[in-house]
């Protein structure tokens, strides 16, 4: 796979607490560069990073993270303000404790409600695989397809681990045809990436890819100067 078709996948992540303008400002700098899929980048960000890449980006943000525990109506606030301030995607947390309860019913009008509260806009539903056991993954699966979301997605990076091809497997066998799958969370070759990409993920939360890119491109510009 071209390295290209990889970062046209790749939701270019920046969440880090101590993020300042000009970090977000450079990694809208790399998205357009690289035509990526997105900038996912800190809510407050939002409406300077749109205002700064226009309709040459998209510009995705994070609502209920990364611990997922908000009330609902919070979550839908956080969702509509981010969308009113420019956001063209929205990636949610659910409520993790609600899926160890096994309230089900609660997970799937909770994400429906933040869904209308996106205007139209992409929901991508981060479930965090890493702490919950094979029946709540696929349990999870039926939450999201049956809420109306747009993807399930594996991982906040946040947690105790990040994406797994199992886990990548597992969203393919179990959720509806609409629902697409986010691989996210310690991504961090292009080796992996395609074998997400082959197992059925539609898009990849890192960093590192634009990273890779921008490797390979500067030892380009070494060898082609001599110096390499």
């Known amino acids: 796979m071209e390295l290209k078709e990889i970062l046209s996948r790749c939701d270019h992540t920046l969440l880090g607490q101590t993020a300042t303008w000009a970090d977000i400002q450079g990694i809208c700098d790399d998205g357009m560069k690289?035509?990526?899929?997105?900038?996912?980048?800190?809510?407050?960000?939002?409406?300077?990073?749109?205002?700064?890449?226009?309709?040459?980006?998209?510009?995705?943000?994070?609502?209920?993270?990364?611990?997922?525990?908000?009330?609902?109506?919070?979550?839908?606030?956080?969702?509509?303000?981010?969308?009113?301030?420019?956001?063209?995607?929205?990636?949610?947390?659910?409520?993790?404790?609600?899926?160890?309860?096994?309230?089900?019913?609660?997970?799937?009008?909770?994400?429906?409600?933040?869904?209308?509260?996106?205007?139209?806009?992409?929901?991508?539903?981060?479930?965090?695989?890493?702490?919950?056991?094979?029946?709540?993954?696929?349990?999870?699966?039926?939450?999201?397809?049956?809420?109306g979301a747009d993807y399930i997605k594996t991982s906040t990076g946040f947690s105790t681990a990040g994406a797994t091809f199992d886990d990548v497997a597992l969203f393919a066998a179990h959720v509806a045809s609409h629902v697409k799958i986010k691989a996210a969370g310690g991504i961090s070759s292009l080796e992996d990436a395609e074998k997400f990409i082959a197992l059925g993920a539609d898009r990849l939360g890192t960093s590192r890819i634009v990273k890779i890119a921008k490797a390979l491109e500067k030892g380009q510009e070494a060898k082609n100067d001599g110096s390499y």
């Open 34 to 147: 690289y035509s990526t899929a997105s900038v996912c980048i800190p809510a407050s960000f939002v409406k300077q990073a749109k205002e700064y890449v226009g309709e040459k980006l998209a510009i995705c943000t994070v609502i209920g993270f990364p611990n997922g525990y908000a009330t609902t109506a919070a979550k839908c606030f956080m969702a509509s303000d981010a969308v009113d301030n420019g956001a063209d995607e929205i990636d949610m947390v659910i409520n993790i404790g609600w899926a160890k309860e096994g309230k089900w019913e609660d997970i799937t009008r909770e994400i429906a409600a933040i869904k209308q509260a996106c205007k139209g806009k992409l929901l991508k539903v981060i479930i965090e695989t890493c702490l919950l056991t094979g029946e709540e993954k696929i349990a999870l699966c039926k939450c999201v397809s049956d809420s």
